[in-house]
C-alpha cells in the first residue's frame, strides 16, 4: 500500500464560514473525513501546515512546505498540498526550483468551492491528486478538474469555473477521468540525487507596463530591488519616444540590478530580436523569459538571486531550463 503525506496549507478547498466571508479553519481531520472513503487503498497522513488564504502566501510559506516534504521524503510515497487557487501557479513554480532531483510525485490541488458545501469541486480534485501521487514519476504537478500540469506552467485563467488552471506553452501532463490516468507526456526521473535548496531573495519586483509609463518609477527600484520582471508589449521591447525608459533601464543594468523583460502576452512568449523596440533593449545586459509565464520567472529570479551573487550569473540561471520552465526543455 502507497504511503502519501497530504499537506494542508488553507485556501478555499479548507474554508468556512466566517463572520467576514470564506476564511480558511478546518481541521485536519475535518478535511481527511471527505475524502478518506476515496482513499481506501491509499494510506494518507494529513498534517496542517498552516491555515491561509492563498492571497497572503508568502515565499517564506514555500520555504516551509520545501521543508515539510524534504523532512518527510523518505517516509511517503508521495506527498499531496492542498492550497489556495489564486496564488497556486507560484507556489507550484517555487518548490519546481526549491526541491531538485525529485523522483516522487509532489501533487498540488485545491478547489473553486469549499469541500464541506454540497456542490464542490474538491473532491474530486482531491482523489485525483491522491491518486496521481502515488504514481512511478517525479517532479512538481498541479492537478484540477482532471488534468495534470506540470508545475512551472500552471497559470489560473478563471475565478469561478471548476475548470481554472491551464498549461501554458506546454502539454499537460496527463489528465484523470474515473480513476484512470491518461498521459499526454511524461517528464523522465530526473538523475540527480533529491537536494533542497530553499535560497530565496524575494527582493523582486513586477512592473506590467502601460502606455504613460513614467521613467521616473525606474530610480525607485533601482534603489529597493535586486531583481525586476518587466512584463512589456508582444514580442518585448520599451518605449523610446516621448516617455524614454531606455536610459532608466541602463542605469539599472549598470546598477547591478537583474532585468528580465518578459510579455503580457499569455502564450508563445517574447522575441526581442523582432524588431527595432525590442533589439534596443537587447542591447543592454538584460535576461530573457522566452516562454515561461510570469508565476515562474518571479520565483525562479527569487531563487535565483538568493544564490546568484551579480548579473551575469543571474542571467546564466534564468535562461537554463530548470524543471520544463522552457520550451526547449520537453522538446530535447
Known sequence: ???????????????????????????????????????????????????????????????????AISENYDLYDGFVITHGTDTMGYTS??????????????VITGSQVPISFKQTDAKKNVADSIHFATEDIGGVFVVFDGRVIIGT??????????????????????????????????????????KKDTSLCSDVFLLKLHPGTKPEIFDYLKNNYKGIVI??????????EDRNLLPKLAEMVEAG??????????????????????????????????DMNTEAIIAKLMWVLGKADNVEAAKQWMEKPIAWDLSVDWEK
Not at 502539454?171 to 484523470?176: E, L, M
Open 231 to 240: 512584463e512589456s508589449f508582444g514580442n518585448g521591447g520599451l518605449p523610446f
Open 1 to 67: 500500500m502507497k504511503k502519501i503525506l497530504l499537506l494542508a496549507t488553507g485556501g478555499t478547498i479548507a474554508s468556512i464560514e466566517g463572520n467576514e466571508g470564506l476564511v480558511p479553519g478546518m481541521t485536519a481531520e475535518e478535511l481527511l473525513v471527505h475524502f478518506e472513503g476515496d482513499s481506501q487503498s491509499v494510506d494518507v497522513t494529513c498534517e496542517i501546515l498552516m491555515n491561509r488564504d492563498s492571497t497572503n502566501m508568502q515565499p517564506e510559506h514555500w520555504k516551509v512546505i520545501a521543508e
Open 153 to 194: 506552467r500552471a497559470v489560473k485563467m478563471r475565478t469561478k469555473s471548476y475548470d481554472a488552471f491551464e498549461s501554458i506553452n506546454h502539454p499537460y501532463v496527463a489528465s484523470i477521468q474515473n480513476k484512470k490516468i491518461e498521459y499526454y507526456w511524461k517528464p523522465k526521473k530526473s538523475s540527480e540525487p533529491f
Open 93 to 106: 513554480a517555487a518548490l519546481s526550483y526549491m526541491l531538485q532531483g525529485l523522483e516522487k510525485p509532489v
Open 257 to 290: 540590478v537583474a532585468v528580465v523583460i518578459s510579455t503580457q502576452c499569455l502564450e508563445e512568449g517574447q522575441d526581442l530580436y523582432l524588431y527595432e523596440v525590442g533589439r534596443k533593449v537587447a542591447q543592454y545586459n538584460v535576461i530573457l523569459s522566452a
